[in-house]
């Protein structure tokens, strides 16, 4: 039945619409660049699945063009074609096939799945705390940070925890996301293979400042990260209004002593503020934060004059009640309206004091 | 129950105006105006015993108005709507013993064109309604995309603050789904199921006139949450909880909304059913039906089992707003994925339940005009089946990074994947009828064969999103809202389109313009991809969806993407201009153009009020097309096209 000259014509077709499916495939960089070991496993089942998917493709546009090209008729054309009710081989051959190539694909998955959900022997434990809408990370129960700084090379075992909605924690540069579940602990494991500068970002709609809940990322070597992991430890201690248990040992290297308390009311303001996350959306020059998600705090003088309170009360508010006096160009109800519960009233004083005098000219 | 009795063509005055009993007048006379006061009337009703409760509780404020307008204005003036436009009248008048007559034709068919805006038990004015007011609800949704393609033409925050902007994103998804999707595919099954069983009308007429006043109501309050203080509904179509619970007063309209479309929705499934298993004419067995019939038996099973979950999640998530229940809040032990399990039960089975009834159309227009039976025909309906089975068991697909139960990752997967076979089936199939056929490529079956790509990409998109490591990656970026506009865009509303070119003769009784026809799928189908098909590659580099702003290196891309989606947009007034003028003045089509088979085709374009004089008999399978002398079925009396015995 089937006509030979048809056929051939078919599988030109095909052979043209698989080359132009694979240039567009192969050309555009669909991908980002892998910087981890999960986005590398990602990557192989993104090809393996391509490959087959460009088959599927080429087989499907070619019957389309060619039937379209071959056995086209004219409107006034009354024949009908020839009654071919089906062919039994056939439709077993296009129920099977398919069958085992899902499958296939299912195999590779689950294997890459399996490897991606170990983060290794050596693991380092962060927390992720997230919130609308903002991260905040913890190291070893100790060092809080509003920035997301890993070693390389080494396994991350992330665990998340959400106080409000949910959120979702994706770095796109290293493919693992999960979810992070207000009442559930969440993990994910991510292994850094590149140095460099990322951005964390929010995938879960969490409210009206979703598409500004991101945090800086940056892989360090794991000399740099050690390194940069003491300095936050010693400026830092314990973050306030924690009860953290581990405030002797960070790390299993034993600390010094006494820097918890030593630089006082400044410091504790200090530590504040990089443990409550302001830095993920203010710029403030003397915590040499620069995000511009809300409005800078470098110029809280002018403000407070502006709204007609004394500074001090002025940036209490604002922390406390976020929405009862905007900045102008931004937005109601982005910024967290709960730091009046979550810090200690110390914590809280020592923050306000801490923007309102290094405002002061 | 009444109503069955109405098949037996007992009724020798069919092509009459029946004339009522008695004149009411304009107050008591069902329509706007009575349904206007019914409605206020109600509204007191619901206001007033909210109040009474509240007061005699002592609460305060007694005038508690987010409770007034859940009760009054979403539940009670609904209802008072219904009663005034008199959805309602037939059974009351039963209830309250006064003489009915069980087939009752007062409100059947359409000899005017104002009866198509009033309660109409006609299958045929039903469908021609569901069709009408979902496109309306189509204008409004595609609206919403523009102007949040407006705001994400360029990074930064240009038009809307980003409440504004969610609650557009969230509107049109909600628009596009539940009063528009899902109701378009019932309107057109409405017009061309009876009549393909060889039936006089649904089973039910009364409550198929009740589903469909009651998909206004949906739409409506949809539409409305844009007043509500605080603005729509932002939370997605997803409505994910606890955020959903958390929401200002607008998410409201999304919960009631939801369960005014679904009651809509389970009314008409429950009336498929019972049509096709009981209303199918002499001699039209299971494997005798059109396709079409086919898969709106499957999808109504799927939408009776399914709806009452999102029902059940919607009113679960309100309750934890207005009562203070902890379903979904983890403070008072709820759990939140339990809402997200609840959910997608529902939701990845409503997905084939917006494109089984398309499948059905592309199998009736790819046998006709390729002048072939359709290939593997029994083979066709076991795969729609397999879909129906597998279905269940996939949800958790969708909930791969939301932090479930690990083990369910690899079933769930399998059983997604394995998906891809009954539908690969399906699409090898119609490729198959397509070989060696006599190909009349007209505006149907190109917007068919345009389907047929359009739902292998957003397939195939799929098998990537399937397998568990890939979708880790491409979860809740931009790549996914590629992948669902690529199967509800270029899947659903393809197939609808072709629906509506290939019916459009035998509802009207007049051709749309050809020319017009094929501009419009060419526009279509062009900027339809310059639209989504970029939406990939931004998705798996970076850019999460549902995001008022984005990073700078992602302007160009969606620049490219709103201007092709503005394109998109225009293209669909050409639709509009097409069918418009082409209802009104359009050539007579004749009473079979396509020289079909199916029974619809065997009767006068727009058929009869009552479809057939004397029920046909179905004498063979529903695609002979090519068998020399076979038909489908034999039709005798005065609705006859040519003689046939």
Redesign the interface.
């Known amino acids: 039945m089937i006509r030979r000259g048809a056929l051939i014509k078919m599988g030109a077709i095909f052979v043209v619409s698989a080359i132009i499916a694979t240039l567009v495939a192969v050309l555009i960089p669909w991908l980002p660049e892998s910087a981890s070991e999960e986005m590398d496993g990602i990557i192989f089942t993104y090809w393996f699945a391509t490959v087959i998917c460009i088959g599927i493709f080429a087989l499907v546009a070619a019957v389309i063009i060619e039937a379209v090209w071959s056995f086209r008729v004219q409107p006034d054309d009354d024949t009908d074609g020839p009654p071919i009710h089906g062919h039994t081989g056939l439709e077993i051959a296009w129920t099977v096939v398919p069958a085992i190539l899902v499958i296939a694909i299912g195999v590779v998955s689950a294997v890459v799945l399996a490897q991606n959900a170990d983060a290794g022997d050596d693991a380092l434990e962060v927390k992720v705390f997230a919130q609308q809408f903002a991260w905040r990370f913890e190291y070893d129960g100790q060092v809080m940070s509003d920035e997301l700084v890993l070693p390389v090379d080494r396994g991350v075992e992330f665990r998340l925890e959400s106080a409000d909605v949910i959120h979702s924690f994706w770095i796109p540069e290293m493919g693992q996301k999960q979810d992070v579940v207000p009442g559930v602990q969440t993990e994910i494991a991510i292994t850094p293979t590149r140095t460099g500068r990322f951005t964390l970002v929010c995938t879960e709609l969490c409210g009206l400042g979703h598409s500004t809940m991101r945090a800086p990322v940056r892989v360090l070597e794991e000399q740099e990260f050690e390194a940069w992991l003491d300095e936050r430890a010693e400026a830092g201690g314990p973050p306030p209004g924690e009860e953290t248990g581990g405030e002797e040992t960070t790390g299993g290297e034993e600390t010094t002593g006494g820097e918890e308390t030593v630089g006082g009311a400044q410091e504790l303001g200090r530590t504040t503020f990089a443990d409550a996350g302001c830095g993920g959306c203010h710029a403030f020059e003397p915590a040499g934060t620069d995000a511009q998600i809300g409005p800078a705090l470098d110029d809280l003088e002018a403000a407070a004059q502006a709204a007609g309170t004394p500074v001090e009360e002025y940036v209490r508010e604002s922390i406390v009640e976020p929405n009862a006096v905007l900045a102008e160009g931004y937005q109601a109800g982005v910024m967290p309206s709960t730091y009046g519960e979550s810090l200690s009233p110390e914590a809280l004083d020592a923050l306000v004091a801490y923007l309102s005098e290094d405002t002061a000219p | 129950m009444t109503s069955v009795t109405g098949h037996e063509p007992q009724h020798a005055d069919h092509g009459h105006a029946p004339s009522p009993a008695r004149r009411r007048g304009i107050l008591m006379r069902p329509g706007y105006v009575r349904a206007l006061w019914c409605a206020a009337l109600f509204f007191l009703v619901g206001m007033y015993i909210v109040v009474t409760l509240r007061w005699l509780a002592g609460w305060d404020p007694v005038y508690q108005w987010e409770i007034i307008v859940l009760i009054a204005g979403m539940v009670t003036a609904p209802l008072g709507f219904l009663t005034g436009i008199g959805a309602f009248d037939y059974w009351l008048h039963w209830i309250s013993g006064r003489p009915t007559v069980p087939d009752d034709h007062a409100n059947h068919g359409a000899y005017r064109w104002q009866d198509y805006f009033k309660v109409n038990t006609d299958h045929k004015v039903i469908g021609v309604q569901y069709l009408v007011t979902t496109f309306f609800f189509f204008l409004a949704g595609g609206f919403l995309a523009m102007l949040f393609r407006a705001e994400l033409a360029q990074p930064g925050m240009q038009f809307f603050?980003?409440?504004t902007y969610?609650g557009l994103v969230s509107a049109h998804a909600t628009l596009m789904i539940f009063v528009f999707i899902i109701p378009a595919f019932a309107g057109l099954a409405n017009f061309a199921v009876p009549l393909m069983l060889g039936a006089p009308d649904m089973a039910f007429p009364r409550l198929n006139a009740l589903s469909f006043w009651m998909l206004p109501i949906a739409g409506v309050l949809f539409l409305a949450s844009f007043l509500a203080p605080g603005g729509a509904f932002?939370?997605?179509w997803t409505s994910?909880a606890?955020?959903a619970s958390?929401?200002p007063f607008g998410q409201v309209f999304f919960n009631m909304g939801v369960q005014w479309a679904g009651a809509s929705s389970i009314a008409t499934a429950l009336n498929f059913l019972v049509t096709i298993i009981t209303m199918r004419a002499p001699g039209m067995t299971f494997w005798r039906m059109p396709l079409l019939v086919w898969a709106n038996f499957t999808t109504s099973l799927l939408v009776v089992i399914a709806t009452p979950f999102i029902a059940g999640s919607q009113f679960f998530v309100m309750f934890d707003r207005v009562m203070s229940t902890s379903f979904f809040t983890?403070?008072n032990g709820?759990?939140?994925?339990g809402y997200q399990h609840i959910f997608w039960f529902y939701s990845h089975p409503a997905v084939y339940i917006m494109i089984l009834p398309g499948f059905g159309i592309i199998s009736e227009i790819i046998a006709v005009m390729?002048?072939?039976?359709i290939?593997?025909?029994?083979?066709m309906a076991i795969s729609l089946l397999g879909i129906l089975v597998l279905g269940f068991s996939v949800w958790a697909h969708h909930m791969f990074?939301?932090?479930m139960a690990?083990w369910l990752?690899?079933p769930m997967?399998?059983s997604t994947?394995?998906i891809?076979?009954p539908t690969?089936?399906k699409?090898?199939?119609w490729?198959?009828t397509?070989?060696?056929?006599?190909?009349?490529?007209?505006t149907p079956m190109l917007f068919a064969?345009g389907f047929?790509?359009m739902f292998?990409?957003g397939g195939?998109s799929g098998?990537?999103l399937?397998?568990?490591?890939?979708d880790?990656?491409a979860?809740?970026?931009y790549f996914i809202v590629a992948h669902i506009h690529y199967v509800l865009f270029g899947g659903s509303v393809f197939t609808i389109f072709a629906g509506i070119y290939y019916w459009f003769p035998k509802m009207t009784g007049r051709m749309y313009n050809e020319r017009l026809g094929k501009l419009h799928f060419w526009l279509t189908f062009v900027w339809f991809n310059v639209t989504f098909f970029p939406m990939?590659?931004v998705g798996?580099?970076?850019m999460?969806?549902?995001?008022?702003?984005?990073?700078g290196t992602f302007g160009a891309l969606n620049m490219v993407v709103t201007i092709a989606s503005y394109a998109l947009g225009a293209s669909v007034v050409i639709f509009m201009f097409n069918i418009i003028t082409s209802w009104v003045r359009g050539p007579i089509a004749g009473d079979n153009p396509w020289?079909a088979m199916t029974i619809e085709w065997q009767v006068t374009s727009p058929p009869p009020v009552f479809n057939f004089d004397e029920i046909p008999q179905v004498v063979g399978g529903p695609y002979?097309?090519?068998?020399p002398g076979?038909k489908h079925a034999v039709l005798k009396g005065g609705s006859l096209q040519e003689a046939r015995v």
């Open positions: 603050d980003t409440q969610n932002a939370t997605g994910y606890p955020l958390e929401q983890p403070e709820g759990y939140v994925l390729s002048r072939k039976p290939f593997g025909y029994r083979l990074v939301a932090g690990d990752r690899v997967m399998i994947l394995l891809a076979v690969g089936v699409v090898f199939s490729l198959a397509l070989w060696e056929g006599k190909i009349h490529l007209n064969l047929v790509s292998v990409i195939l098998i990537y399937a397998a568990v490591p890939i880790i990656h979860s809740d970026t990939h590659w798996l580099v970076g999460p969806r549902r995001v008022a702003d984005y990073a020289r002979e097309y090519g068998v076979a």
